[in-house]
């Protein structure tokens, strides 16, 4: 069974197969292989055939679009009124979406069937996904390694072939750090190039919903169903086309160099020859704040978080507290406290002290002014020499489910090089490039400027001809 | 850090800790002040983007539209009677 987006809408459109039987055959996949990686939290066979049988009603009467009976899946903060929603936390366990997200609707208006929902770090809480209320996810490489996360369940999805794209979320390198440890292309529009509305929120100003799949092609027509302009969402708006002949490469090697390990280098070497072979010229570049974008993000992202995370209180929707309670601030305390995992109420904890007292001047407004520099210092000094930035897109290739990070430094170098997008808001794919020594995948990481999506992307797919990377069987 | 100021702050946050998990999230958040405070140090040419408003010609119109049922609203309540959120203050 071919397993890319084109060629199944081929076989599809010229009804050499039915989306029933395609979607029967990948629900089957799923039951066979789910144990082994739980990487969907929800599936319900009724909806995803009944949606099936709609394609193919679409397909017979002769107006389908690429996307009409394809099967995908869906990360599990993205509403959808069909399936639960729930961020896989116990606060949502329960919770029954009232509307479909923005994203959900234009994939339904283009056929698309729901195999089910994806497994995720708590509220996107995590680089792991092993921060779920529904399990850990593993990776399909290797199951005693991490899948990567937030958006871990969705890239096993789509690395162990039960689905053929599905949507992610971004706010600290969710999309990409998944998609490069699972060996899948996966992308972060610019911030505002799809709409954010349904997306059960995290860090609103840093995450974008975006595309995965297994190829970049595939990418590149998902993504442009999904985005657009949107009356729900004021921040959504119409990106422009874009291109850009001979583009410029932007290398920061001493940074990869003190950052990435050994097999990365190796493959990151791989790609910037893959540049010459492109005909890309490549000049270096360097940011002068290479050693606090993690900084800057605990400080805002987390400050995000508190503010997003009080609407959660047990008295409308979410978890409500069994025990006693003397007041509605002890229910709510309760209710929080029995639902929230630790990860969950550091995060709210330390984005309140960063926001409270002498800190707000101190930390938060300070880091607000650092983004700002961070911005002008792109623009002036590494886009003014560059098209696009190449790096990897992680320093390290999936780690075990049992190591754990000696120290914040640690832990925050996991998304080092894909953190700029989250806080300058830029467009940036992460492409399988190659393998480690132990043979779990590596990605390389392409960044453009805002709103040069369809040029980054076009970008990619040249690059991903080079990389003689081949998806796992 | 003071262990007044995490329990101020679990105040604010609507949770609450053990005492074992207090010392605990004490020493998370120290660790986590301790690794972001070299940006005090880094002088910053910048200013806090001032939003204007007035320089937004996108607005979205004030229009009444139908919005969710009250029906679809109460029904991720724990309780709700008459149309309305049912809570009881004490229990």
């Given at each position: 069974?071919?397993?890319?987006?084109?060629?199944?809408?081929?076989?599809?459109?010229?009804?050499?197969?039915?989306?029933?039987?395609?979607?029967?055959?990948?629900?089957?996949?799923?039951?066979?292989?789910?144990?082994?990686?739980?990487?969907?939290?929800?599936?319900?066979?009724?909806?995803?055939?009944?949606?099936?049988?709609?394609?193919?009603?679409?397909?017979?009467?002769?107006?389908?679009?690429?996307?009409?009976?394809?099967?995908?899946?869906?990360?599990?903060?993205?509403?959808?009124?069909?399936?639960?929603?729930?961020?896989?936390?116990?606060?949502?366990?329960?919770?029954?979406?009232?509307?479909?997200?923005?994203?959900?609707?234009?994939?339904?208006?283009?056929?698309?069937?729901?195999?089910?929902?994806?497994?995720?770090?708590?509220?996107?809480?995590?680089?792991?996904?092993?921060?779920?209320?529904?399990?850990?996810?593993?990776?399909?490489?290797?199951?005693?390694?991490?899948?990567?996360?937030?958006?871990?369940?969705?890239?096993?999805?789509?690395?162990?072939?039960?689905?053929?794209?599905?949507?992610?979320?971004?706010?600290?390198?969710?999309?990409?750090?998944?998609?490069?440890?699972?060996?899948?292309?996966?992308?972060?529009?610019?911030?505002g190039?799809?709409s954010r509305n349904?997306?059960?929120?995290?860090?609103s100003?840093?995450?974008?919903?975006?595309?995965?799949?297994?190829?970049?092609?595939?990418?590149?027509?998902?993504?442009?169903?999904?985005?657009?302009k949107d009356e729900f969402d004021q921040t959504a708006f119409e990106?422009?086309?874009?291109?850009?002949?001979?583009?410029?490469?932007?290398?920061?090697?001493?940074?990869?160099?003190?950052?990435?390990?050994?097999?990365?280098?190796?493959?990151?070497?791989?790609?910037?020859?893959?540049?010459?072979?492109?005909?890309?010229?490549?000049?270096?570049?360097?940011?002068?704040?290479?050693?606090?974008?993690?900084?800057?993000?605990?400080?805002?992202?987390?400050?995000?978080?508190?503010?997003?995370?009080?609407?959660?209180?047990?008295?409308?929707?979410?978890?409500?507290?069994?025990?006693?309670?003397?007041?509605?601030?002890?229910?709510?305390?309760?209710?929080?406290?029995?639902?929230?995992?630790?990860?969950?109420?550091?995060?709210?904890?330390?984005?309140?002290?960063?926001?409270?007292?002498?800190?707000?001047?101190?930390?938060?407004?300070?880091?607000?002014?650092?983004?700002?520099?961070?911005?002008?210092?792109?623009?002036?000094?590494?886009?003014?020499?560059?098209?696009?930035?190449?790096?990897?897109?992680?320093?390290?290739?999936?780690?075990?489910?049992?190591?754990?990070?000696?120290?914040?430094?640690?832990?925050?170098?996991?998304?080092?090089?894909?953190?700029?997008?989250?806080?300058?808001?830029?467009?940036?794919?992460?492409?399988?490039?190659?393998?480690?020594?132990?043979?779990?995948?590596?990605?390389?990481?392409?960044?453009?400027?805002?709103?040069?999506?369809?040029?980054?992307?076009?970008?990619?797919?040249?690059?991903?001809?080079?990389?003689?990377?081949?998806?796992?069987? | 850090?003071?262990?007044?100021?995490?329990?101020?702050?679990?105040?604010?946050?609507?949770?609450?800790?053990?005492?074992?998990?207090?010392?605990?999230?004490?020493?998370?958040?120290?660790?986590?002040?301790?690794?972001?405070?070299?940006?005090?140090?880094?002088?910053?040419?910048?200013?806090?983007?001032d939003f204007d408003m007035a320089n937004i010609d996108e607005l979205r119109e004030d229009i009444v539209k139908?919005?969710?049922?009250?029906?679809?609203?109460?029904?991720?309540?724990?309780?709700?009677?008459?149309?309305?959120?049912?809570?009881?203050?004490?229990?």
């Amino acid at each position: 069974m071919p397993n890319n987006l084109i060629s199944l809408a081929t076989q599809l459109q010229r009804k050499e197969i039915s989306s029933v039987e395609l979607t029967t055959e990948y629900l089957k996949k799923i039951k066979k292989l789910n144990k082994k990686t739980n990487a969907y939290v929800f599936t319900n066979e009724e909806v995803s055939l009944s949606q099936a049988k709609k394609a193919d009603q679409i397909i017979a009467k002769g107006a389908p679009s690429v996307l009409t009976g394809i099967p995908m899946s869906l990360k599990d903060s993205i509403m959808t009124i069909d399936m639960p929603t729930t961020a896989c936390s116990k606060m949502l366990a329960k919770y029954i979406p009232t509307y479909n997200s923005t994203v959900y609707t234009k994939l339904l208006n283009n056929g698309a069937v729901l195999l089910g929902k994806t497994n995720m770090d708590e509220f996107s809480m995590g680089s792991s996904c092993l921060n779920g209320f529904f399990g850990e996810a593993s990776n399909p490489y290797d199951t005693n390694r991490v899948t990567g996360g937030s958006s871990g369940g969705s890239a096993a999805s789509i690395a162990q072939d039960t689905c053929v794209y599905s949507l992610g979320t971004d706010a600290g390198g969710s999309i990409r750090q998944p998609a490069s440890y699972c060996g899948i292309v996966g992308f972060k529009p610019t911030y505002g190039a799809v709409s954010r509305n349904g997306l059960i929120a995290l860090a609103s100003s840093f995450e974008q919903i975006g595309p995965m799949a297994k190829n970049v092609g595939d990418t590149k027509i998902i993504f442009n169903v999904i985005k657009g302009k949107d009356e729900f969402d004021q921040t959504a708006f119409e990106i422009p086309r874009t291109t850009r002949q001979n583009p410029i490469i932007g290398i920061d090697e001493d940074h990869v160099e003190k950052t990435a390990d050994k097999d990365t280098l190796a493959v990151f070497e791989k790609a910037i020859k893959a540049c010459s072979k492109l005909g890309y010229k490549t000049v270096k570049i360097k940011s002068k704040y290479n050693d606090i974008y993690a900084k800057l993000y605990y400080i805002l992202a987390y400050a995000e978080i508190a503010s997003n995370m009080g609407r959660y209180t047990g008295i409308d929707f979410g978890y409500s507290t069994k025990s006693k309670y003397i007041d509605t601030n002890d229910f709510i305390k309760k209710s929080r406290s029995e639902a929230f995992s630790n990860e969950v109420k550091t995060r709210i904890m330390f984005g309140n002290h960063m926001l409270t007292g002498e800190n707000m001047e101190k930390f938060y407004y300070k880091a607000l002014k650092m983004r700002n520099d961070l911005v002008e210092d792109y623009y002036l000094n590494v886009f003014s020499k560059c098209d696009f930035i190449l790096s990897p897109t992680t320093p390290t290739a999936a780690f075990r489910k049992d190591y754990k990070h000696e120290s914040i430094q640690e832990s925050a170098l996991t998304n080092i090089f894909a953190l700029p997008a989250n806080l300058i808001g830029l467009p940036s794919i992460s492409i399988p490039f190659g393998v480690s020594s132990d043979n779990m995948p590596i990605g390389m990481l392409l960044t453009g400027k805002r709103n040069f999506d369809n040029a980054l992307l076009s970008v990619a797919e040249n690059f991903e001809k080079h990389s003689g990377y081949k998806v796992l069987n | 850090m003071k262990k007044h100021t995490t329990i101020l702050l679990s105040e604010l946050s609507g949770l609450e800790f053990s005492k074992d998990e207090l010392d605990e999230i004490t020493k998370k958040l120290e660790d986590m002040e301790t690794y972001v405070s070299d940006i005090c140090n880094i002088k910053s040419g910048n200013e806090i983007y001032d939003f204007d408003m007035a320089n937004i010609d996108e607005l979205r119109e004030d229009i009444v539209k139908d919005s969710l049922s009250q029906e679809d609203v109460l029904k991720n309540a724990a309780k709700s009677k008459n149309g309305y959120i049912q809570f009881a203050r004490r229990k």
